[in-house]
């Protein structure tokens, strides 16, 4: 299976929406895009290790496109805004693409452009897009966590 991997703020709604996608095998939350070593929530939220929350997730490609997913990205959150999402402030809330080889960069890399020159956002896209690196899975309370309670501390 396809791996993808999105930063669009706090990782437990953006984790919850990617779970719901009829053709999306599994989701797993993290940390990538830092320079620590198998990170923890609390080192995260201290804004030292560089890593943005992150959601890791496996397709079936036959069910759901590379290209529906970005646009399921897109609309979730607001690419915009530098290191924050909603009331979430810190470099660990940007919005990321990482990708995992050459055709995942290419369609980033072209969404982007084409929703940049749209205008639909108001303001330019800030979203990074970067090759994949080390997925650190966070810590397992952190894990489907708005399955498990019903609701979330933050929302998308």
Sequence with gaps: MPTATFAAGCFW????RFASTPGVTSTAVG???????????RDVCNKTTGHAEVVQL???D???SYDTL?????QMHDPTTLNRQGP?????????????NDHQRIMAEQSKVV???????????VTEITPAAQFWRAEEYHQQYHAKNGHGGCSI
Excluded: C
């Design 70 to 74: 970005l646009d399921i990205f897109w």
């Design 31 to 41: 940390y990538m895009g830092g320079h620590t070593e198998n990170p923890t929530y």
């Design 13 to 16: 709604g953006v984790e919850s």
């Design 62 to 64: 036959q069910k759901v």
């Design 115 to 125: 929703l940049d020159k749209s205008g639909i956002f108001g303001n330019p896209i």
């Design 58 to 60: 496996e397709f079936d």
């Design 88 to 100: 979430d402030i810190g470099d660990q809330y940007r919005s990321a693409i990482f990708y995992h």
